[in-house]
């Protein structure tokens, strides 16, 4: 099993977790009805911490649910843990092992919260630990990048989002499109294997996403940083007008994810700018004709897809532009210097 073969297993494992893990999640969200949760405080770290991102905007937009995110050196090294009543105290990690994420999870059980992990380790410290465990089932990962454990966390975070707006059937169905969405980007593996080639001698660049795809600019960006070894820096559009722009000179290569959905003008503005004053190598994630236009290099998604969801088939053309371009500079996708898969933070 490699990298790559993991990026393409991405439509199944998610079909197989919203199916086997509907019931669960249906009751986790009724026990978090019943404790009348006020807020979400979360605690992840590296991958993980990009599916909060998402959780952010997702359960904020559609549930109503504000988000913190947690920082877990308050809770080991400064020994000075924050009031968390009426929290769900809820941990996203694959391994279920860094001790930081475990002791937030802790501490959320010594103030009687509700706790929850999201998790892909149902027998880890931190799931024997939680009340409610909401297994992703990505099967064994071996590639050290994480791919189909992120999307696997995504998913489940939105079924968790679905199960607590009432869960009504045509939003389920919605969510059992996303593997076909997946299969529909995974045929871009070609041109984006070719896109990837003009690419070889960067050394840096910046990934833009907002709204729910603010996370896919983070986890883009990351992964061109662990393979590649790219100094990829994400912003959202609002904060690189405050500043970061102006790296940009001729030629500079942006990236971009532009979803179809309210934060698409911001971001079409942007664009605007980096082409025609600028003059930036643009390469554009999108189900949008007017962003694609715009790009050298533009990698199409369905235009079915709701805003909501993008950032669950966005990133895999991201994972895949990360992975050839690692390939394209000489380095292995399989051995990344200095990180190993499961990292323990304290």
């Not at 929290?87 to 930081?100: C, K, N, T, Y």
């Not at 959202?236 to 942006?254: C, K, L, N, Q, T």
């Not at 971001?267 to 949008?288: F, G, H, P, T």
């Not at 694609?292 to 969801?309: D, H, K, R, V």
Request: charged letters at 20%; aromatic letters at 8%.
């Amino acid at each position: 099993m490699s990298l790559y073969s993991e990026i393409f297993e991405q439509p199944e494992r998610l079909g197989q977790l919203l199916s086997s893990q509907r019931k669960a999640v249906e009751e986790i969200a009724a026990a978090i009805k019943r404790r009348r949760i006020q807020y979400v405080f979360l605690a992840a770290r590296g991958t993980s911490d990009n599916a909060g991102r998402y959780a952010n905007y997702l359960l904020g937009a559609m549930n109503r649910l504000p988000l913190a995110l947690a920082t877990p050196s308050l809770f080991t090294y400064y020994e000075r843990p924050p009031n968390l009543k009426g929290a769900l105290v809820m941990a996203i990690s694959q391994s279920g092992q860094s001790p930081d994420i475990v002791r937030v999870l802790q501490e959320g059980k010594h103030q009687d919260c509700l706790t929850l992990a999201i998790t892909n380790a149902p027998e880890s410290p931190l799931a024997r630990l939680a009340d409610f465990v909401l297994n992703i089932e990505a099967g064994p990962e071996l590639a050290v990048a994480a791919t189909k454990t992120y999307t696997a966390e995504l998913m489940a975070i939105a079924m968790l989002s679905t199960a607590l707006s009432g869960g009504r059937s045509p939003e389920w169905k919605t969510l059992a499109k996303v593997p076909g969405w997946l299969q529909g980007a995974l045929k871009n593996d070609q041109p984006i294997a070719e896109a990837a080639q003009r690419f070889g001698t960067m050394l840096r660049c910046v990934v833009l996403g907002r709204g729910y795809n603010y996370s896919t600019a983070f986890e883009w960006a990351l992964k061109l940083k662990e393979l590649a070894y790219v100094e990829a820096e994400p912003y959202s559009p609002a904060d690189f007008r405050h500043g970061p722009i102006a790296m940009v000179e001729r030629g500079y290569p942006v990236l971009a994810v532009v979803a179809d959905g309210r934060v698409a003008v911001s971001l079409l503005d942007l664009l605007r700018d980096l082409k025609q004053k600028l003059l930036a190598e643009l390469v554009v994630i999108s189900n949008l004709d007017d962003a694609l236009s715009m790009a050298q290099t533009a990698i199409p998604l369905s235009a079915e897809i709701p805003e909501a969801l993008t950032p669950l088939v966005s990133i895999v053309a991201g994972q895949l532009f990360a992975y050839h371009l690692t390939l394209d500079k000489g380095y292995d996708p399989e051995k990344p210097r200095t990180i190993s898969k499961v990292t323990e933070t304290r």
